[in-house]
């Protein structure tokens, strides 16, 4: 299973909006509604950000948002704050048994 | 607060072999389906395996039968017996939890260090 493809890297002002793309295939993203983001700062474990394309766990703010359409997913980060500065990663399900990941994207915060 | 707490790492030489443990402190770890993730230095996260509430686990493609996932649901615990080894399998390797078969990783473990080298 390949890696999902998503930017080496974004940035953004403070205050700005930036939209990191995630594409896959009908296989894993395209097929399933079940994409998931994540947040990494460095030395840090992953946190969960957006799950099943656009659902918001509890706790994370609503300036993050997702969406899909077709084969990409999209993640939104509104507002920008010095601390949404990190290594972002798309998740999606490649069937019951099968789970893949982006390749990251380092967003930065000018 | 329930937590996923990872041990086990350590140095191995290339065709050796090394278990990994996490332990879930939380009260519903038998309703959760336990996954294995790992990331090399300076790279991406890379989905291992999987394991069912049953205990049916499932794995990445490119490991090849080398690795088994198994869980103790009385003990609140996952493992991962990893053998022969290689040098590209060196990474920190996290445990992760997710609410069924498609779930997200909702909670994840802070991680162990395997370093496969001679």
């Known amino acids: 299973q390949s890696a999902l493809t998503q930017p080496p890297s974004v940035s953004g002002s403070p205050g700005q909006s930036v939209t990191i793309s995630c594409t896959g295939t009908s296989s894993d993203v395209g097929g399933y509604n079940y994409v998931s983001w994540f947040q990494q700062h460095p030395g840090k474990a992953p946190k969960l950000m957006i799950y099943e394309v656009s659902k918001r766990p509890s706790g994370v703010p609503d300036r993050f948002s997702g969406s899909k359409s077709g084969n990409t997913a999209s993640l939104t980060v509104s507002g920008l704050q010095a601390e949404d500065e990190a290594v972002y990663y798309c998740?999606?399900?490649?069937?019951?048994?099968?789970?893949?990941f982006g390749g990251g994207t380092k967003l930065t915060v000018l | 607060e329930v937590q996923l707490v990872e041990s086990g790492g350590g140095l191995v030489q290339p065709g050796g072999s090394l278990r990994l443990s996490c332990a879930d402190s939380g009260l519903f770890f038998s309703s959760y389906e336990m996954h294995w993730v790992r990331q090399a230095t300076g790279k991406g996260l890379e989905w291992v395996s999987g394991?069912?509430?049953?205990?049916?686990?499932y794995y990445a493609g490119y490991l090849k039968g080398r690795f088994t996932t198994s869980r103790e649901n009385a003990k609140n615990s996952l493992y991962l017996q990893m053998n022969s080894l290689r040098v590209g399998d060196t990474a920190v390797y996290y445990c992760a939890r997710a609410p069924g078969r498609y779930g997200a990783f909702d909670m994840w473990g802070q991680g162990t260090m395997v370093t496969v080298s001679s």
């Open positions: 394991i069912g509430t049953a205990g049916d686990a």
């Open positions: 998740s999606s399900s490649a069937g019951s048994n099968n789970r893949v």
